[in-house]
């Protein structure tokens, strides 16, 4: 650069420029390096949260999948449980008839004996 007392020097492990007085001491990160410094934390960061939220958003969508699964048997369900609802209410419906019948019977019986 200028001759006698600073120096500026490219640092590609930093990724910025180092300023030293001509004795080659005192270097002073510029503020862009400590910038790209913080770019640089951040890629990483979110790299490292990307590898993260992937398996997140693959596990949700299995937890959507599975979910849609058993709202299927859910619903074939429901119509099994209405199904033996009806069918319950057949089953009450009949003892009661058959309990009436068997009343009858009995009547009739009774009917004959005295006879």
Do not use: C, P
């Given at each position: 650069m200028s001759s006698g007392r600073q120096r500026t020097t490219d640092n590609g492990h930093h990724g910025g420029f180092c300023h030293t007085d001509s004795a080659g001491t005192g270097c002073r990160w510029t503020a862009a390096s400590r910038v790209l410094d913080d770019f640089r934390t951040l890629e990483v960061l979110n790299v490292a949260a990307k590898e993260r939220y992937v398996?997140?958003?693959?596990?949700?969508?299995?937890?959507?999948?599975?979910?849609?699964?058993?709202?299927?048997?859910?619903?074939?369900?429901?119509?099994?449980?209405?199904?033996?609802?009806?069918?319950?209410?057949?089953?009450?419906?009949l003892e009661a008839l058959v309990k009436d019948l068997a009343g009858f019977t009995k009547r009739i019986l009774d009917t004959l004996k005295i006879s």
């Open positions: 398996g997140m958003g693959h596990s949700a969508q299995k937890l959507v999948s599975h979910t849609a699964i058993l709202q299927r048997g859910n619903d074939a369900l429901a119509v099994r449980i209405k199904q033996i609802g009806e069918l319950e209410s057949a089953i009450t419906q």
